[in-house]
């Protein structure tokens, strides 16, 4: 999926313009953090799971984890990543553009984790490696059609 279609997506709540494209890759969190020149946790990685055979997908901080014990509490299974192939497959994205927009399959539910909070302005992928966009965690939640806010990381509170 390119960003061209996160880009018409998101024109509908008039955030397409806070797109970035980079001539770097920004298809890891370190990567992302020095493209748009921020420090890593405020990076809002999209983490892809499955969860009886749907895609779960879990918006959180560069700087966390996801804690197994939480994520089971939660979900009521164990922390399964999706293969590469099932990431395109439910998203429409591939790993390291994967972002909470524009998603091919309707059944995926997008969660974003607490540990964003801290932060009143974050940047998750826009549809490719080469890509951002800054966003309020209003627009976030609003833009991604978050099914939540949950708290299943770690780590994050040392930072």
């Not at 980079?22 to 890593?40: D, K, N, W």
Request: with cysteine.
């Amino acid at each position: 999926m390119s960003v061209q279609k996160v880009r018409d997506y998101l024109k509908q709540f008039d955030l397409d313009e806070k797109i970035q494209e980079f001539q770097e890759s920004s298809a890891t969190v370190e990567l992302a953090a020095q493209a748009v020149g921020v420090i890593p946790a405020r990076i809002a990685k999209t983490l892809s799971f499955k969860v009886d055979e749907k895609c779960v997908l879990i918006c959180a901080a560069g700087d966390a984890k996801i804690d197994n014990k939480k994520y089971k509490e939660c979900f009521h299974t164990k922390a399964k990543m999706l293969t590469p192939e099932e990431v395109v497959a439910f998203t429409g994205h591939a790993i390291g553009g994967v972002c909470p927009f524009a998603l091919t399959n309707s059944d995926t539910k997008v969660y974003l984790d607490e540990s964003l909070k801290r932060f009143d302005v974050v940047y998750p992928a826009a549809g490719n490696a080469s890509s951002a966009v800054a966003l309020t965690l209003d627009e976030l939640e609003k833009a991604s059609g978050s099914a939540g806010w949950i708290d299943v990381c770690k780590g994050w509170q040392e930072a």
